[in-house]
């Protein structure tokens, strides 16, 4: 595994306080965060070349596509990519079936949860 400084992580979350909030935690714990509010920014960094080997979204992202929507979006583009969904209501993902490269993290969580959750994903 990579060295957490050059692990490059996506998070998609559409609350400007809960998306600071979660990116500084990834940051304490060394990883390099790229931030998009809305489905449809992440789309774009991704399709102009950024390279996250993790994407962490709320599922539930206000106007626009769904986080479930656009991991399903980015993972027909790279399969390998690791996905971690953060949700306040699980129950938006019944019925969903994640493989291995797929996890839900509920809120509210630590940061060192998330971390050792993203550690993990790289590890599969």
Known sequence: MQQNDRICLLLVEDDVLVRTTVALMLEDDGFVVVEAATAAEAQHLMQGGLDALVVVTDVDLGAGPSGTELADQLR??????AII????????LAG?????????????????????????????
């Open 96 to 124: 969903r079936r994640p493989d291995f490269r797929e996890a839900i993290l509920p809120k509210p969580f630590e940061g060192s949860e998330l971390s050792q959750l993203v550690r993990r994903m790289l590890l599969q």
């Open 85 to 92: 969904f953060i949700t306040g209501r699980t129950a938006s």
């Open 76 to 81: 027909s583009q790279r399969p390998d990519l």
